[in-house]
Structure formats: C-alpha cells, structure tokens
C-alpha cells in the first residue's frame, strides 16, 4: 500500500510537471519568429515596414519588454550584443544573451540591413491561466535555469534542502530554437507523512484481528484435542487397570474357591450315613456345590473376559523425542498449574516400539514425576528428560527432585496394587511395565543420591549402529 502510494504521487508528479514544461514550450519559439517577421519585413520594406509593425508588438506580443535595431552603419554599444550578433550570423539562428533571475531574457538575430535585439519576459510568455496546478498552494518547485541563474516559476512548499531517495525531480532542456538553451527543473518531496496512514492502520488492524482470531482458533483446536487425547489415554489406562484387576482376581479366587468346592464335595460323600439326617445335609452341600460353582463360573467368565490374549505387539520404529513431547504436550496444563518448566537433554532417538503403547507410558512417567513434584515448594521444582541411545538400547530417563522412593518400597513398586500415595491405586506403573515387557524393553526405577526418583524406559533401538 505504501508503494501504491508511492507510486501514484509519482506519478502525479510527472504528469503535471510534464504539462507545465509544454506550456513553456509553446511559447518560447514565438520569441524567434518575431524577429525573423522582423527581419524579414526590413529587407522587403525597409525600416519604415519595421516601426508599423513594431508599433503593433504591445498588443500581440505582451512578453515584449524592449527592442533594439541596428543598421550596418551603427553600433551596438554594448560588447556582449556585438558578440552573440557574431555568433548569430555564423550559426544563421538568434542567440540568447542577457539572462537573469528575473527572468527577462535576450534574443540577438544578426541579419542585412537590420540587426535586432529583443528582451522578453519569460514570465508573461506563459499561459498561466492553463497552468494545471495551484502555484501558491502546491508543493512542487518549477524553475528554469541558465548558467547556474534560476528563474523560480513556482516556489513549492514541499522541497527538501537535500533531496531524499523517496523524493521526486525532473531536469530537461527547454525545446527552444536558439542557444544556448534553458534547462527545465521540477522538484517534489515525498516524506513519510504522505503515506496513507489511515489506510495501513485499518489493514494492521484487520490483519491483527485476523491473527488473533487465527490464533484463538487454533488453540482452541489443539486445546480439544488435548483433552481428547487426555480422555483416550485416561480410558485406556482404566481399560488396562480393569484388565489387570480382573486377571489379578481371577489368580487369587480360582484356586481357594476350586479347593473350597472340592472340600465340600467330600463333605457331601462323609454325610451320606445313616447318622445324620441325608436328606438335608444332601441339600445343603447341593445348594453349596450350585453357589461355589455359580462363583467359580463368573469368576473363569471375567477372566476369560478381560485377560489379554498373548499377541505379540506390531513393533515398527518410533521417534521418542516425538512421543515425549505428545505427552508434554497433552500434560501441559498439569505443567502450568504446579510451575513447572520441564529440562530437555539428549538426542534423536528411534526404537522399536507401539505407538500408543510408547505414548502412555511417557505420559505415566512423567504425571508420576509431576506427582512427586507436588509436595515441593514451587521455587525449587525440577523436572529432567534425557533421551539417548545405550549401545543396542534407547532410553528416555524422567527424573524429579521430589521426595523419593522410600527404600522399603522400591522393590515392590511394579507389583499391582502397590503404591505409595493414598489416593493410588498401584496399577499405573504394573500396566506401564507388562507394556514395555510386551515391546521387548523394560522400565527402571531408582532414588537419585541427589533426591528424588529416576524411571527409565528401555527399548531397542530401531537402527543400532
């Protein structure tokens, strides 16, 4: 937009100029063809031919100031008129002499019999009346200029003392028969007021509206798919604690109700004598026998249910650097809220893994660390991510400065239903370590000697070296 402005006041410029330097244009040439009429009239009619028709000059040619004749008998009385007659009469063409800042000029013609010198007005030569500008208002400068002599037609009130890059000027000779010839100078500045600043401001302004629309967009986008991918890494891992819940009590009642049936069983055959009444013993070991076998039942049932078939994994090569910052990603609200500003070390890593697999136990991982971070003072709270390659192996290491891992605890801090915390349910990290079983890979977990804990995920690499 700047440009266009730019360009258009250029534009403007020039055209203007150029109809001004028409104008004098026009007129200069009038200025010789007066004295060749002259001339021309004295060698037809003789001076009396010259006084009739200089008798007329007032009226038709008002640029006229003065006229001079001389015959061949006279003199000039003045050198500088001898001399441009001289050269007039070798070049057989008038020569302007006498210029000033005034802008009054002379023209000399040498001819036989008579000699003449006139003195216009530049001035009064121009239509001023099809001038195409205001010459008191506008801000162009209009000058013509003779051996360093301007005649200032418009002075301008837009004129640099130093003209600028952005600054606008023409310099052209006048067309005019006779030499030397005047020079024609236009000049305009163009300063940073000029720009259409209402018009830049209203499209900043739009264009900044636009952005922050953009921008609120966006973020809202991102801020539903984090709480997507919040919600399908928070039913996930229900699913996989419900699994492992299931698979946990279907271990520990199968065997103690299969014994208790069995048991019952005898005790059936035992009360079978005389002694005791049959008939309700028979009916209650019935009853008992239906009850435990209902439970057994159900209990095979959820098992078979929510046990989790051995398929092995469909591995490909995973960036952890990516999965990391997808869990970042979706935890940093948890981030903002405790204060924390995660380290990043490392380097680009790619192993064998699953997908999503990688991605919840990074995220466990680290909603652990936060956790822990929880009962340190916000000042002080660290959160270090390492990522690098260990032989055949690459590793993605979560340390905190919280307050650890008590030593009792350490060993058993896989087992499920294990934890440390009174609201857990201990199942977080068993999920996370049959996870990273099922991968080929394993999970680490050790107290820092400078406090807090460090759980290191294992995986090999996808291209070892």
């Given at each position: 937009?700047a440009?266009?402005?730019?360009?258009?006041?250029?534009?403007?410029?020039?055209?203007?100029?150029?109809?001004?330097?028409?104008?004098?244009?026009?007129?200069?040439?009038?200025?010789?063809?007066?004295?060749?009429?002259?001339?021309?009239?004295?060698?037809?009619?003789?001076?009396?031919?010259?006084?009739?028709?200089?008798?007329?000059?007032?009226?038709t040619?008002?640029?006229?100031?003065?006229?001079?004749?001389?015959?061949?008998?006279a003199?000039w009385?003045?050198?500088?008129?001898?001399?441009?007659?001289?050269?007039?009469?070798?070049?057989?063409?008038?020569?302007?002499?006498?210029?000033?800042?005034?802008?009054r000029?002379?023209?000399?013609?040498?001819?036989?019999?008579?000699?003449?010198?006139?003195?216009?007005?530049?001035?009064?030569?121009?239509?001023w009346?099809?001038w195409?500008?205001?010459?008191?208002?506008?801000?162009?400068?209009?000058?013509?200029?003779?051996?360093?002599?301007?005649?200032v037609?418009?002075?301008?009130?837009?004129?640099?003392?130093?003209?600028?890059?952005?600054?606008?000027?023409?310099?052209?000779?006048?067309?005019?028969?006779?030499?030397?010839?005047?020079?024609?100078?236009?000049?305009?500045?163009?300063?940073?007021?000029?720009?259409?600043?209402?018009?830049i401001?209203?499209?900043?302004?739009?264009a900044?509206?636009l952005?922050?629309?953009?921008?609120?967009?966006?973020?809202?986008?991102?801020?539903?798919?984090?709480?997507?991918?919040?919600?399908?890494i928070?039913?996930?891992?229900?699913?996989?604690?419900?699994?492992?819940?299931?698979?946990v009590?279907?271990?520990?009642?199968?065997?103690p109700?299969?014994?208790?049936?069995?048991?019952?069983?005898?005790?059936?055959?035992?009360?079978?004598?005389?002694?005791?009444?049959?008939?309700?013993?028979?009916?209650?070991?019935?009853?008992?026998?239906?009850?435990?076998?209902?439970?057994v039942?159900?209990?095979?049932?959820?098992?078979?249910?929510?046990?989790?078939?051995?398929?092995?994994?469909e591995?490909?090569?995973?960036?952890l650097?990516?999965?990391?910052?997808?869990?970042?990603?979706?935890?940093?609200?948890?981030?903002?809220?405790?204060h924390?500003?995660?380290h990043?070390?490392?380097?680009e890593?790619?192993?064998?893994?699953?997908?999503?697999?990688?991605?919840?136990?990074?995220?466990?991982?680290?909603?652990n660390?936060?956790?822990?971070?929880?009962?340190?003072?916000?000042?002080?709270?660290?959160?270090?991510?390492?990522?690098?390659a260990?032989?055949?192996?690459?590793?993605?290491?979560?340390?905190?400065?919280?307050?650890?891992?008590?030593?009792?605890?350490?060993?058993?801090?896989?087992?499920?239903?294990?934890?440390t915390?009174?609201?857990?349910?201990?199942?977080?990290?068993?999920v996370?370590?049959?996870?990273?079983?099922?991968?080929?890979?394993?999970?680490?977990?050790?107290?820092?000697?400078?406090?807090?804990?460090e759980?290191?995920?294992?995986?090999?690499?996808?291209?070892?070296?």
């Amino acid at each position: 937009m700047a440009r266009s402005s730019w360009l258009a006041a250029q534009d403007q410029f020039t055209s203007q100029a150029e109809k001004a330097l028409s104008l004098i244009e026009i007129r200069l040439p009038a200025s010789e063809a007066l004295l060749r009429t002259l001339a021309e009239a004295a060698r037809s009619g003789g001076p009396a031919a010259v006084n009739r028709l200089e008798a007329k000059l007032p009226q038709t040619h008002p640029q006229l100031v003065s006229l001079v004749k001389r015959d061949t008998d006279a003199s000039w009385g003045d050198e500088s008129l001898r001399v441009a007659e001289a050269a007039s009469e070798a070049g057989r063409g008038a020569v302007l002499t006498h210029w000033g800042a005034s802008g009054r000029y002379t023209l000399v013609l040498g001819a036989e019999p008579l000699s003449l010198a006139a003195t216009f007005d530049l001035r009064a030569s121009i239509p001023w009346a099809d001038w195409p500008m205001a010459r008191d208002q506008h801000p162009m400068r209009l000058s013509v200029e003779l051996d360093r002599q301007a005649l200032v037609l418009q002075e301008g009130w837009r004129v640099n003392l130093v003209p600028g890059h952005m600054d606008f000027s023409i310099s052209r000779p006048i067309a005019a028969p006779w030499t030397p010839a005047f020079r024609f100078e236009a000049r305009q500045s163009y300063d940073l007021e000029d720009l259409p600043w209402s018009k830049i401001l209203n499209l900043a302004l739009g264009a900044a509206l636009l952005l922050l629309a953009l921008r609120a967009f966006l973020r809202l986008r991102h801020d539903q798919e984090r709480a997507a991918e919040l919600l399908q890494i928070g039913n996930t891992g229900r699913l996989n604690s419900l699994a492992e819940l299931a698979s946990v009590l279907a271990h520990e009642l199968r065997a103690p109700l299969g014994t208790a049936l069995d048991a019952i069983r005898d005790s059936q055959g035992k009360l079978a004598g005389p002694v005791i009444r049959p008939v309700d013993a028979l009916a209650s070991n019935m009853l008992a026998e239906e009850e435990i076998s209902h439970a057994v039942n159900v209990v095979e049932r959820l098992h078979q249910v929510t046990q989790r078939p051995d398929v092995v994994l469909e591995l490909q090569p995973i960036n952890l650097n990516r999965a990391l910052a997808h869990a970042l990603d979706v935890l940093q609200p948890e981030l903002d809220r405790l204060h924390v500003t995660p380290h990043l070390s490392g380097k680009e890593v790619d192993v064998l893994a699953q997908p999503q697999a990688v991605q919840q136990i990074a995220y466990h991982l680290v909603m652990n660390a936060l956790q822990a971070l929880e009962s340190t003072p916000p000042p002080g709270r660290q959160l270090m991510l390492r990522i690098e390659a260990d032989g055949q192996v690459g590793r993605l290491s979560v340390q905190d400065n919280g307050p650890g891992i008590p030593y009792e605890a350490l060993a058993r801090v896989r087992e499920p239903f294990f934890t440390t915390r009174a609201d857990g349910l201990g199942l977080g990290l068993s999920v996370c370590d049959r996870l990273a079983t099922d991968m080929g890979g394993t999970i680490t977990v050790y107290n820092r000697n400078e406090g807090g804990a460090e759980f290191n995920l294992n995986l090999k690499l996808a291209d070892p070296r």
